[in-house]
């Protein structure tokens, strides 16, 4: 049974990088899927933020593909999301996924000063 | 992008009733790049129906999916307590490749 468990801070400061770390178990990390991060606001609808593939090919969501750098760790089994420039408006639980099949239980992150 | 809403924003059902859930995009596009996910409170989304009609792994056969084009329906056929959660439906575009959510339905207890 393939597991993901996402890992990081859960208050970062405005105008910081967040930064996030999801630990695949149960499954490689090399296998033929996308690895994808998504989000969800307090109270609010999920928000796809990108995706990568162990070849190191990735597809960000255009309205935040300025700020997002995702990337994977074979050597660990795990994937990583940074986001730059964080907001108020970035403050959500944040979710690793595998292909929409397998999902974290999710990260809060509050962006707060 | 597509835009996908979903109909109605809540429903009001008693266990044992139907749901019928809509789900219509602003474009067409082909079914196989439709699926439904489940999210109860404090927890997180899963997949119930991938490619409009394929149940995921797991997933109670009173869980079916339909349509095509525009127009697509998540049917619970008869509603266990469980069931009573948000439901949303997801549309995968490939040029460029992008996820794309509707706004969610609640299905809560009448």
């Known amino acids: 049974q393939v597991q993901l468990q996402e890992s990081g801070p859960g208050l970062v400061k405005p105008s910081e990088t967040l930064s996030l770390t999801c630990a695949v178990s149960g499954g490689s990390i090399s296998s033929n899927h996308w690895w994808s991060w998504i989000r969800q606001p307090p109270g609010e609808g999920l928000e796809w933020i990108g995706e990568i593939h162990h070849t190191g090919s990735t597809n960000y969501n255009p309205s935040l593909r300025s700020r997002v750098t995702i990337s994977v760790d074979k050597s660990a089994n795990q994937f990583s999301l940074k986001l730059t420039s964080i907001t108020a408006a970035d403050t959500a639980m944040y979710y690793c996924?595998?292909?929409?099949?397998?999902w974290g239980q999710g990260t809060l992150v509050t962006v707060s000063s | 992008e597509i835009v996908l809403t979903q109909s109605p924003g809540t429903l009001s059902l008693s266990p044992g009733e139907r749901a019928t859930l809509s789900c219509r995009a602003s474009q067409s596009f082909d079914s196989i790049n439709l699926a439904w996910l489940q999210q109860r409170p404090g927890q997180a989304p899963r997949l119930l129906i991938s490619g409009a009609s394929n149940r995921a792994t797991g997933i109670p056969d009173r869980f079916s999916g339909s349509g095509s084009g525009t127009d697509f329906t998540l049917t619970i056929s008869s509603l266990e307590p469980e069931d009573f959660a948000l439901y949303y439906c997801?549309?995968?575009?490939?040029?460029?490749?992008?996820?794309?959510f509707g706004q969610g339905t609640r299905l809560q207890i009448k």
């Open positions: 997801q549309h995968y575009g490939s040029s460029p490749p992008l996820y794309t």
């Open positions: 996924v595998r292909q929409f099949d397998y």
